[in-house]
């Protein structure tokens, strides 16, 4: 089964618009932590936020914010009022701490490319 | 500060040659991870080091791939000799445990290598 699953291969915003790229995770580790990683065409993964799976709060970094919801297993990117700067790839990422040698290991869905519209 | 620095960015080459990809981290991370990616199977961990010493090497796809850390700011990976599957983005990305466990890895531009 996959870890790490991101359902929508792409998406459409209108400048200023909010938008919510989509996560769900799979694991039974009760200590992991959850990443979102932005590449535009330029190639690098430049790190947005993250979740820790004991942290009370939803994570939020400027326009990013991050729906944890626990029991449904799903961490979904918020990215409230679009900038063309924006369109890119857009990944989620699972660390789970439990896992030994393996736990820095990142694994990471296939990611959401993120297209904005002027 | 500067980032991850990885050369070169672009590599063409021909099959059978070696390849050498180079990896500068984050000064002060002591943790270093090479990955691969490609279209078929996304991003994934090739190997990790941690203070120089290779921790997790299961996912180098086989012999032809070596992975070195001779000292705290260098790695390579080296291919040889390469194959045309083998093409694919290569990233190293470094990262340091501090008092948070958020142990964010921080990702270099990336190598695009193409083996003819």
């Known amino acids: 089964a996959q870890k790490i699953t991101q359902t929508q291969p792409g998406m459409f915003v209108q400048e200023k618009e909010a938008v919510t790229l989509d996560c769900t995770y799979d694991?039974?580790?009760?200590?992991?932590?959850l990443f979102w990683y932005k590449q535009p065409s330029s190639g690098e993964m430049i790190f947005l936020i993250y979740q820790g799976s004991y942290d009370q709060q939803n994570a939020t970094e400027g326009r990013y914010s991050l729906n944890f919801q626990k029991a449904r297993k799903s961490a979904n990117l918020v990215i409230s009022a679009s900038q063309l700067g924006d369109s890119a790839m857009y990944f989620c990422?699972?660390?789970?701490?439990?896992?030994?040698?393996?736990?820095?290991?990142?694994?990471f869905g296939k990611g959401t490319k993120l297209s904005v519209i002027p | 500060d500067a980032g991850v620095i990885q050369s070169p960015r672009h590599e063409v080459t021909e099959m059978g040659q070696e390849v050498t990809l180079r990896c500068k981290p984050i000064s002060g991370h002591d943790y270093l991870f090479w990955y691969r990616q490609t279209m078929m199977r996304g991003l994934e961990l090739l190997i990790y080091?941690?203070?120089?010493?290779?921790?997790?090497d299961s996912g180098m796809p086989e012999d032809r791939f070596s992975a070195k850390m001779p000292n705290a700011s260098f790695s390579t990976l080296k291919i040889q000799p390469s194959e045309p599957r083998d093409s694919a983005v290569y990233f190293c990305?470094?990262?340091?445990?501090?008092?948070?466990?958020?142990?964010?890895?921080?990702f270099g531009a990336g190598t695009r290598l193409s083996v003819l």
């Open positions: 080091f941690n203070n120089n010493v290779p921790i997790d």
């Open positions: 990422a699972m660390r789970e701490y439990s896992s030994g040698a393996g736990s820095y290991q990142l694994t």
């Open positions: 990305a470094s990262g340091r445990i501090g008092t948070s466990q958020k142990h964010i890895q921080y």
């Open positions: 694991t039974s580790d009760p200590s992991y932590g």
